[in-house]
């Protein structure tokens, strides 16, 4: 998703603005002269001026490109889905994957993302939950990685060893 | 006194060729899907390779992204899409050869130039790195804090077309390495009482954010390809790459020696070594400059030499300074932290033998390139009949694994979610990567340096430029600025970001630069 490069400017900007009021806040140690806000301030300052010279080119020399540009993901409903699906499982895997363990998340998001690309609904299901139990055998049980089990903890003890 | 028998034992380790031999498989594979570049494969193997021995991990790392630098040539070479960013320079010169029926004579160049200069640039490592390390014995803070802003000044020049969009994010870079304690009074800062953000953001998993979880996103919409694949067969392979090596010879240590500097160079990694080699040699090379058979062959042959000889010429400051060259080199020390072995120049005294074993596998996975290259390209028609509508979502469940293994938190998880989101706008928007990266890694060295030279000088800043060594690195940083900025001003030999277009295909992740005429 491509941005008129004001825009980008006034990110930085506005990031730098931020960095530098919180660094102005940190708590300068009594015995020392230069505190650990320091470099950040130095950081902030200057996102600052490059975020303002971004954005002071983008509009002098009218250079900056459109003020937004559409996205491939918009053309259609299923295009938008199969971008988004991306980010969304994260957060889905996080909140999920407690409860739930591992295993059964890996298998919904495999499926559901192979079906969204267009795998037929059968094939998706199958894939996800072979892919799922390959890598729990790998990261859990050859890797030791302490996967969440969830509702399988009573059986996790079969694909530990 | 070094123990070369250890070495030979440590090298030899039926458990470390295994290792080898196994990455060396994944390397090619993910090399050849265009779309997944050597970094990508090196950011997923950190789950695997945080269990392993430091050595094997090592290996394991050294391995991938070599096999995967050479084996992005193949889909290059048959199909006209650089299977990484490293191989879009001559994608056209060897789609030439493979369309006047020479795709053998294509793949041998690439593969026994790949061979040659991961070699050569081994050589140079094992012979420049311990004398530059006892250089460095010397160095204070302040030849650290300068090393570490010529470092960074080579990150802003090398990233990207606009200078300023570079300097942004390296400063975003540099922010996200301050989240966290401050590395000398151990405050916490940017955390807003989250205790995960207590020890910083974690660089794998904004590696795996900005490298693969980004490339992902881009790509969403890349679900297959109708091209119909003619797969050299490789009976002619090991006919061909002896006499491709005898007549090249010039290039392609014209090519090693140019990767194995660029690639010392933070920042600039093995796709920028394959254009600017690419580009020497047409404008300088007798063979180069023509445009038969022969002049493609000198100029793949040297482009492919230099994409692998930078591998190694990277391990040159990550080594000796600790200052990563390029990104999987960060990934390099990152691990070398995490077991226990700390890269610098009193690596090279206290354990010889560890740092000259890392050295030697290059012999190894360059030597194993041989064979298994020439296998690759015989299956390379079964790698392309893996569809890509399979290989996203294996792919993020890595990143997803990836992020959680490292730190055990879910946090991280979130990380690389945030991270990819940000990375896609920033790859979309023409703010280029690496010189966050370089930031988010020397971020704390400058910091660190910087803080507590100022506080043993009492804020006295001539102390930067006191001692010889540091006031030398300081006019080195100073010139390396003048030049950015004459470069600017006059608008010549800036990196400019025009990928070749290859049809139809994801295109490669990297701004590249256009060779100017």
């Given amino acids: 998703m491509k941005v008129h490069d004001f825009f980008i400017g006034a990110f930085f900007l506005i990031i730098g603005s931020g960095i530098c009021l919180y660094a102005s806040q940190l708590p300068v140690p009594h015995h020392v002269k230069y505190g650990p806000g320091v470099f950040p301030a130095i950081i902030g300052t200057g996102m600052i001026l490059v975020g303002a010279a971004i954005a002071f080119k983008s509009l002098s020399v009218a250079k900056g490109g459109k003020w937004l540009e559409r996205p491939s993901w918009l053309e259609s409903p299923k295009a938008a889905i199969r971008f988004w699906i991306i980010p969304a499982s994260i957060p889905f895997y996080m909140l999920v994957a407690d409860s739930f363990g591992f295993v059964l998340t890996s298998m919904v998001i495999m499926s559901s993302m192979l079906w969204v690309r267009g795998v037929s609904p059968l094939r998706a299901i199958i894939t996800g939950v072979?892919?799922?139990?390959?890598l729990t055998v790998l990261f859990a049980s050859?890797?030791?990685v302490p996967l969440p089990w969830g509702p399988l903890t009573g059986i996790s003890g079969h694909l530990l060893w | 006194m070094v123990d070369y028998a250890l070495i030979l034992r440590q090298v030899l380790d039926p458990e470390l060729l295994l290792i080898v031999f196994a990455t060396s498989i994944y390397g090619l594979v993910i090399g050849a899907i265009p779309g997944l570049t050597a970094l990508m494969s090196v950011a997923l193997l950190v789950p695997l390779v945080t269990f392993m021995d430091p050595i094997p991990a090592i290996a394991a790392i050294i391995t991938a992204s070599s096999m995967a630098i050479f084996s992005g040539d193949i889909p290059g070479a048959l199909l006209r899409m650089p299977g990484t960013p490293a191989s879009a320079a001559y994608t056209d010169d060897a789609y030439g050869l493979t369309r006047r029926g020479k795709s053998a004579t294509a793949l041998g160049a690439g593969l026994i130039a790949s061979v040659a200069g991961g070699l050569l640039s081994?050589?140079?490592?094992?012979?420049?790195?311990?004398?530059?390390?006892?250089?460095?014995?010397?160095?204070s803070s302040v030849e650290y804090f300068w090393l570490a802003v010529l470092g960074l000044s080579c990150a802003v020049f090398v990233g990207g077309p606009s200078l300023l969009k570079g300097l942004a994010s390296l400063l975003l870079g540099l922010m996200f390495a301050t989240i966290g304690m401050d590395p000398v009074g151990g405050i916490p800062r940017f955390t807003f009482g989250n205790p995960d953000l207590l020890s910083g953001l974690g660089l794998i998993p904004i590696l795996i954010g900005f490298f693969a979880v980004s490339e992902l996103l881009r790509s969403s919409q890349h679900l297959g390809t109708e091209e119909r694949v003619q797969v050299a067969g490789n009976q002619s392979l090991f006919r061909v790459m002896?006499?491709?090596?005898?007549?090249?010879?010039?290039?392609?240590l014209r090519g090693s020696a140019i990767g194995t500097i660029i690639g010392a160079i933070p920042g600039a990694g093995a796709d920028i070594a394959a254009w600017i080699s690419y580009a020497i040699t047409r404008r300088v090379s007798k063979l180069g400059r023509l445009d038969s058979d022969e002049g493609a062959q000198e100029r793949i042959m040297a482009a492919s030499a230099s994409n692998n000889a930078s591998v190694a010429g990277a391990y040159i400051p990550a080594t000796v300074f600790g200052i990563p060259g390029d990104a999987i080199t960060a990934i390099v020390i990152s691990v070398m932290f995490l077991k226990g072995i700390s890269p610098g120049p009193t690596l090279f005294l206290r354990?010889?033998?560890?740092?000259?074993?890392?050295?030697?596998i290059f012999f190894v996975a360059n030597l194993v390139m041989i064979p298994m290259g020439a296998l690759c390209i015989r299956g390379f028609g079964l790698i392309v009949r893996i569809p890509p509508a399979y290989i996203a979502p294996i792919i993020l469940m890595f990143c997803i694994l990836g992020g959680f293994a490292v730190e055990n938190t879910l946090f991280s998880v979130g990380v690389i979610g945030v991270i990819g989101l940000l990375g896609y706008m920033m790859e979309a928007n023409e703010v280029p990567f690496a010189p966050a990266v370089l930031g988010l890694i020397l971020g704390p060295m400058i910091e660190q340096s910087f803080m507590t030279t100022m506080l043993k000088s009492q804020g006295n800043l001539m102390v930067f430029v006191e001692r010889p060594l540091g006031a030398a690195f300081a006019v080195a940083a100073v010139l390396a600025w003048s030049v950015i900025l004459l470069a600017k001003a006059f608008g010549r030999g800036r990196p400019d970001e025009t990928a070749l277009p290859p049809r139809g295909t994801i295109s490669t992740a990297h701004p590249v630069i256009k060779e100017t005429k």
């Fill in chain 1, 130 to 134: 072979a892919v799922s139990l390959v």
């Fill in chain 1, 142 to 144: 050859i890797l030791k």
């Fill in chain 2, 122 to 139: 081994a050589c140079v490592l094992i012979f420049a790195a311990p004398s530059l390390a006892t250089i460095a014995l010397s160095f």
């Fill in chain 2, 242 to 252: 002896p006499g491709l090596l005898r007549r090249h010879k010039v290039g392609v």
């Fill in chain 2, 351 to 360: 354990h010889p033998e560890t740092i000259y074993t890392i050295f030697s």
